[in-house]
């Protein structure tokens, strides 16, 4: 069936380091990727997506890579802030009536140290 | 342009009781899907509508129902209500750019407590 397997589930960092969050999918038709962040009591955001077609997307000190050979992505944070400290989820989607359909990972909770 | 809007924020019900929650979607997004969020399974799927059909439906039992208008606007319905109910539910909605997946705009939910 459909999965999403998200590590690590929590992550701490100090201030100004890099944080790597990384999932695994298991249905190979899923063709887009959004990555969530969810502050405390507050609504989950999207702070980036990839779609199958691109290997790799930036969005200031965000990234986030794509390999559907291994059905991997990962999301990359640099420099990172106190502000960034969040629930961050990774999804997994796919075309064809499904748009609206997405199979989220367990989810990490970053902290950041200042 | 409003956001996605849930209500009711809070909502606390009895264990056999059923509860019917709504959702206002922003406007010109025909896609309306919800989720339930717990500590211990995270976000998981219930299901989805598109233009008053039902077009996706996650692992949940038939307790969990839901319908959508025509001006979009979604509702979702749990029956015989149970202690494992309680979570956070999301409903988030997307334009559906058809062939291509669009970003999903979530609301702030409403949590649900079974007593």
């Known amino acids: 069936g459909e999965n999403v397997e998200q590590h690590p589930s929590t992550l701490s960092v100090q201030e100004g380091d890099s944080a790597v969050i990384k999932c695994t999918y298991s249905?190979?038709?899923?063709?887009?990727f959004p990555w969530y962040k969810q502050e405390l009591g507050k609504r989950p955001q999207l702070i980036i997506d990839?779609?199958?077609?691109?290997g790799e997307k930036k969005d200031q000190r965000i990234a986030v890579t794509l390999n559907k050979t291994a059905k991997h992505f990962s999301l990359h944070i640099t420099e990172t802030q106190p502000e960034d400290s969040a629930v961050y989820f990774c999804?997994?989607?796919?075309?064809?009536?499904?748009?609206?359909?997405?199979?989220f990972g367990q989810g990490t909770t970053l902290q950041v140290k200042p | 342009k409003a956001g996605v809007t849930q209500t009711p924020r809070y909502l606390i019900k009895t264990r056999g009781q059923q509860v019917t929650l709504s959702c206002s979607p922003i406007?010109?997004?025909?896609?309306v899907s919800w989720y339930q969020q717990t500590p211990g399974q995270g976000l998981q799927f219930l299901f989805e509508?598109?233009?008053?059909?039902?077009?996706n439906k996650g692992n949940f039992p038939g307790r969990f129902s839901g319908r959508q208008f025509s001006n979009s606007r979604s509702e979702m319905n749990v029956s015989t209500l149970e202690l494992g109910d309680s979570a956070l539910y999301l409903c988030?909605?997307?334009?559906?750019?058809?062939?291509?997946?669009?970003?999903?705009?979530f609301g702030q939910g409403t949590r649900l407590t079974v007593v």
């Open positions: 988030a909605s997307s334009l559906d750019g058809g062939a291509v997946n669009t970003e999903a705009f």
């Open positions: 249905d190979s038709a899923s063709n887009y």
């Open positions: 990839i779609r199958s077609n691109v």
């Open positions: 999804a997994a989607s796919k075309n064809s009536g499904n748009t609206g359909k997405l199979i």
């Open positions: 406007s010109g997004h025909r896609s």
């Open positions: 509508y598109f233009s008053e059909t039902q077009r």
